[in-house]
């Protein structure tokens, strides 16, 4: 059994780690190169998008420029997420173009001006985090939904027609629409699909060509296909000042309801699209960008409505394919986002004639393709396994025959009832095996199913040994009572019950039981004493046996099963010292069969034929290197080491009489080393992230350089090493804070692991696979949720 928390572990462990960049060692000029390319990148995504997105509403098109404009620059200045790109909503395309012929262009600007102030409000009442808990469902249905009725009306566009008034009035439309195309219209449309499709598909001579964007490139050749072709092209008018928007006329609620749909889809895209750019950007080397600022986002974005309202633009919200696309460019800064905008902004003054140019069919197959990518079939198999199938529908559904708001809260109502359904739907399900009986409880178990529980346990015999497994994740007061209850008078009958989840971790258990489970926290271990026994170190070590035969052995028992029939195959050898606060498993999130560990005092390496009294560590290398054939050795200092504390204030001569003083000499190459001053200092070694405390910790982090060199002077690891399939590594614990830290033999800096931020370096020191080890079985597998009790 290979434990996924040591991969999770290990993808942070590299043989070759350097401190992480920052601001200060990244050359100025290099940001400001990095952000003026993406710019360029971005603002020709953003040019045939915008117009292609304000063709789909019906609004004029100078509008999705407008967008464009307001959203990367004042959007950019002062939203909290640097990397993201705003500009006309995607998922505002459907709810635009209903307020367009509902109430006109005007009245649409001033709802976006509204939407823009609520925008506003909301940031500045902190909420950005309550609306990441919608459901994943609801989301990606309503994407999915508008995405659809994307697709559809632009269609009827690419064939040479106008889009109904409502998706079902396009859906009915397309067979005479078919019989009725454009001659040419849709040949430019497929010849824009064709090369939207192909372009990232280029290999060879041609692939070159993919710096291009696919969006320009698609509408450049369509537009050079299309001349001297007579059909509907981009119509832009000249530069005027922008009329103010109107107040729209018509009831009161059905302008709220507007101007609340508006703020909803804009705020989840924007919202939605900040957290994936962000994560986007942690995933690729560089410098660290800050992470996203919500609430400052939703503030940026309701000021960049209001003014795109104003000005006669469209509503703007983030973009994830212009966010993504400017982090795949090399953006650092917000600059990129600015300098598109202003890019954008003296196109629309500079270029107008270029742009008219445009075929309407290009600009409608473009944003055709992306309702088609709204639709995600990855999206669909993730909530389909997570059972959530039925929202989503719902949902999309809503979206398509009623509207964007009516579908939300459609999908809404479809996830509370489902909600409520698993919480009372529980099953209770009983089977009889050899030697006990199992009770499987499948669902969620509250004071509903107590009846249907208890008339379920009545069934087992009195003296029969019972096993509950509790397969849900919740479970409230009243059911837990009730199967305590029960577990206490079966026991009391003389029958043995034990009470779990689905994972076999007991849940419930006699009072004088060993209380703590693997890895929770504890302190000396104080709940492995019996309530009646004085407190020995023989009760405490047999408390903790008996827990692990309670609760760990039936988990792990297959799995060394396995093990004991195919014997050991660790992919890593761990040489440590014997600390008792250093416990290899916990830290390296191992289980049985991954590590093959050495540990002695000082985490001490000697040298070949230094003292064959000390050949029992070679004898463990050799064995681990030879016979294992390991992929890679760690040595593992840690703070407050008792050894190197002895080193610093004894001598070890040779003539030293005592065990401890005779193996403690093999530190004195350490000790040496420690003496000379290099370009880091005393010992030439750093921490990256802080200062070294005091000479005890120093000695410890130039101890495992020393080590490793101890090891190299082996001849089998140096032949392993020299053929590649051996790796060395050196780690520091800090014992206090919790806190691994990973050596670069390069440039001696011990740099710290952080969760969800891999360290820079080429390969993992835990990497490759390991199918078994010998080392640690009372460590509990991770990834199982518990139960909650209220």
């Known amino acids: 059994m290979r434990l996924q928390a040591l991969d999770r572990f290990t993808s942070r462990f590299t043989s070759r780690v350097t401190p992480p960049l920052t601001s200060d060692t990244t050359p100025r000029w290099a940001s400001h190169r990095s952000d003026l390319s993406a710019s360029i990148t971005v603002f020709l995504i953003a040019v045939p998008l915008s117009l292609g997105l304000a063709l789909a509403t019906g609004a004029p098109l100078q509008s999705g420029l407008v967008a464009a404009a307001v959203g990367g620059i004042v959007a950019g200045l002062l939203g909290g997420a640097p990397l993201q790109v705003s500009g006309a909503a995607t998922g505002l395309v459907v709810v635009t173009a209903g307020l367009v012929q509902r109430y006109g262009w005007p009245a649409t600007c001033a709802i976006t001006v509204l939407a823009g102030l609520a925008q506003l409000l909301l940031g500045v009442l902190r909420v950005a985090r309550a609306a990441l808990a919608v459901s994943p469902a609801i989301v990606h249905g309503m994407l999915a939904g508008i995405g659809t009725v994307i697709a559809v ?210 600009l409608a197959a473009l944003v055709m393709l992306v309702g088609v990518r709204m639709v995600s079939f990855a999206h669909i198999r993730h909530i389909h396994r997570h059972r959530e199938f039925p929202v989503y529908a719902a949902t999309l559904g809503g979206v398509v025959v009623f509207g964007v708001l009516q579908g939300v809260l459609l999908g809404g109502a479809v996830a509370a009832f489902q909600a409520l359904r698993n919480l009372t739907h529980t099953r209770v399900t009983i089977t009889e095996e050899p030697g006990c009986h199992r009770v499987r409880v499948s669902g969620q178990l509250t004071f509903v199913a107590v009846p249907r529980l208890t008339r379920a346990l009545a069934q087992v015999p009195e003296d029969a040994d019972v096993v509950l497994e509790l397969e849900g994740t919740f479970m409230d007061h009243a059911a837990y009572e009730a199967l305590d209850a029960w577990c206490a008078r079966h026991r009391s009958r003389g029958g043995r019950a034990v009470l779990g989840d689905g994972a076999g971790r007991t849940v419930s258990e006699p009072v004088s039981a060993h209380a703590c489970r693997p890895w929770t926290p504890w302190r000396n271990h104080h709940c492995t004493r019996p309530t009646a026994v004085p407190a020995t170190s023989g009760s405490q070590l047999l408390g903790g046996v008996s827990a692990f035969q309670r609760n760990t052995a039936p988990l792990v028992r297959k799995e060394l099963a396995r093990l004991a029939r195919e014997g050991q195959r660790p992919g890593q050898l761990f040489l440590t010292c014997a600390d008792s606060r250093l416990v290899t498993s916990m830290i390296t999130s191992s289980g049985p069969g991954d590590l093959f560990t050495v540990r002695n005092v000082g985490n001490l390496m000697p040298p070949p034929g230094s003292d064959a009294s000390c050949d029992s560590v070679a004898a463990a290398v050799e064995y681990a290197v030879e016979v294992l054939a390991v992929s890679s050795i760690t040595v593992c200092g840690h703070s407050g080491c008792g050894a190197m504390q002895a080193l610093l204030g004894s001598n070890h001569e040779p003539g030293a009489q005592t065990p401890l003083a005779r193996w403690l000499r093999h530190g004195r190459p350490s000790l040496a080393r420690l003496a000379r001053t290099g370009a880091l200092g005393r010992g030439d070694v750093a921490l990256a992230d802080r200062e070294i405390a005091d000479d005890q910790e120093r000695l410890a982090l130039v101890n495992v350089m020393t080590q490793l060199d101890h090891l190299m002077a082996h001849p089998c690891v140096a032949r392993r090493v020299a053929e590649g399939s051996l790796q060395l590594d050196g780690m520091y614990f800090h014992v206090a804070e919790a806190q691994a830290y990973i050596l670069d033999r390069t440039t001696h800096v011990f740099a710290a692991v952080r969760p969800d931020v891999p360290l820079p370096g080429a390969a993992t020191a835990f990497g490759a696979p390991a199918a078994a080890a010998d080392s640690a079985p009372g460590s509990e597998p991770e990834g199982r949720e518990g139960l909650t009790k209220v």
């Not at 507007?258 to 986007?280: I, P």
């Not at 986002?337 to 290009?362: D, K």
């Open 153 to 362: 009306g632009q269609l009827h566009v690419v064939l040479g027609g106008s889009p109904q008034s409502s998706a079902i009035a396009n859906i009915a439309g397309l067979p005479g629409q078919f019989m009725d195309s454009h001659p040419i219209t849709p040949v430019i449309g497929a010849l824009t699909l064709a090369v939207l499709l192909g372009w990232p598909r280029l290999r060879g001579r041609a692939g070159a060509l993919r710096a291009i964007p696919a969006p320009l490139a698609a509408v450049a050749l369509a537009t050079a296909a299309s001349i001297g072709l007579s059909m509907p092209r981009v119509e832009l008018p000249r530069l005027a000042t922008p009329a103010l928007p109107t107040l729209p006329e018509g009831p009161v609620l059905g302008v709220i309801a507007a101007v609340v749909t508006v703020t909803l889809v804009a705020s989840m895209e924007s919202l939605l699209s900040a957290v994936a750019v962000d994560t986007l950007r942690a995933q690729r080397p560089g410098p660290p960008a800050p992470s996203a600022r919500l609430d400052r986002e939703l503030r940026g974005q309701g000021v960049a409505n209001l003014i795109s309202g104003m000005l006669g633009g469209m509503p703007i919200a983030g973009g994830a394919m212009r966010g993504s696309a400017n982090v795949e460019a090399g953006a650092r800064t917000r600059r990129s986002t600015v300098l598109h905008g202003i890019w954008v902004l003296l196109c629309a003054g500079a270029a107008s004639q270029a742009l008219e140019a445009i075929p309407l069919a290009a």
